[in-house]
Each structure stands twice: as C-alpha cells, then as structure tokens.
T-cell receptor, first 115, second 111 residues
C-alpha cells in the first residue's frame, strides 16, 4: 500500500482559477514536505510543515498540515501558467538502524495551468 | 552553486550492458539517495546512504548496486541492464533528512 496518497492525480485548469490538492495517509508524521517538479528538472522543496494545524503561505500558495498530522493540503489562488508542474508530498520514514531515515514521496499531482 | 551534479544526463543502453551513474554533491550533506521516476509511479527509492561508508536498500533495489565512495559521491551501478530499468534516475542529498536537494536527472533508455 502507498504510504502517501495524493489526489487528484491530474488537474488541468484555466489561468486565474483556484485549486486544492491533497496528500493523505493513515500514518502520523512529525513533518511533511511539499516539492514542485518542473518538466526536465528535479523536484525543488516548497515548504516543510511541522505542527498539527499549521498553515504556511508562500505567495499564492497556502499549505496546511492536518490537526492529526496525517494529511496535508496545498491551495493555489489565481493559478498562473508558471505553476504548471508535478506537486509531490514527502515524509521522513524511519528505516533500518537508530536515527536512520529516508524520504518517501507520494505519486504526485500533475498540474497544468492553461493560459 | 553546483549543488547536486549527475552524469550522464542521457544514456541509451542495450539489454545486458552495464553502466554507472555518477552523483556528486558539494553541500557537505551526510545523506544521499538514488530514486527512479516512472510515469504514474512518483519517486521510488532505490538505495540510500545515511553517511559515508553505509548504504541501505530502498523500495526497489533489485538489479542495482551502489557505492558511497566518500562523503561527496554516491554512484549507482546497473550490472546487466534490462528494459524494465528504462526510467529517469535522480540523485538527491540532504542534511539529516531535512530538505532534499535533487540533481537534474539521468534519462536512461534500455533497448
């Protein structure tokens, strides 16, 4: 089973519209990250949320961490063509050995903003 | 700032050939990762290195080997390439599993 479920998988909207994408899990996390990946590039970190209920804003992007720290959302206001890309959520996951962690990603939401 | 550098950027292999993907970071990070990205599958961890001299298997390690040559370099080797290994490969590094910095990727096609 996938640790992080992202929805929707694809989203195509007109410039100026608002949208929300989601990252859900049945597990509790100490923190959650959101990345954006543009075509032909590697993912780039947008934000890290740490506290349950936390809301962070990055210009037109609003990130929320669920109260129970199991889920997160990303809301974009007045989407622009430059917002086009793959949005990925990621969490630290304990792996073999004390203090050993890996970053696990969801499958992402592919956003297309049409001019 | 170079960040994470991957070579090569593109590669075409014949089935059964071997190759090594190189990755180097200049941020003095302890942790380094190799991911593969396939359509609809997101980023899947192949191997992970928490520090120089240590490596761990990730979600999809079969068919791959890695070497953490030193703190800067983490290479991924395909001993006998298969068409199922056609993918985009990303190397990443982080300091204590905080923000991950990614390279630009290697687009590998196995025919």
């Amino acid at each position: 089973t996938q640790l992080l479920e992202q929805s929707p998988q694809f989203l195509s909207i007109q410039e100026g519209e608002n949208l929300t994408v989601y990252c859900n899990s049945s597990s509790v996390f100490s923190s959650l990250q959101w990345y954006r990946q543009e075509p032909g590039e590697g993912p780039v970190l947008l934000v890290t949320v740490v506290t349950g209920g936390e809301v962070k804003k990055l210009k037109r992007l609003t990130f929320q961490f669920g109260d129970a720290r199991k889920d997160s959302s990303l809301h974009i206001t007045a989407a622009q063509p430059g917002d086009t890309g793959l949005y990925l959520c990621a969490v630290k996951r304990a792996y073999s050995g004390a203090g050993s962690y890996q970053l696990t990603f969801g499958k992402g939401t592919k956003l297309s903003v049409i001019p | 700032n170079a960040g994470v550098t991957q070579t090569p950027k593109f590669q075409v292999l014949k089935t059964g050939q071997s190759m090594t993907l190189q990755c180097a970071q200049d941020m003095n990070h302890n942790s380094m990762y190799w991911y593969r990205q396939d359509p609809g599958m997101g980023l899947r961890l192949i191997y992970y290195s928490a520090s120089e001299g240590t490596t761990d298997k990730g979600e999809v390690p079969n068919g791959y080997n890695v070497s953490r040559l030193n703190k800067r370099e983490f290479s991924l080797r395909l001993e006998s390439a298969a068409p199922s290994q056609t993918s985009v490969y990303f190397c990443a590094s982080s300091y204590r599993n905080t923000e991950a910095f990614f390279g630009q990727g290697t687009r590998l096609t196995v025919v």
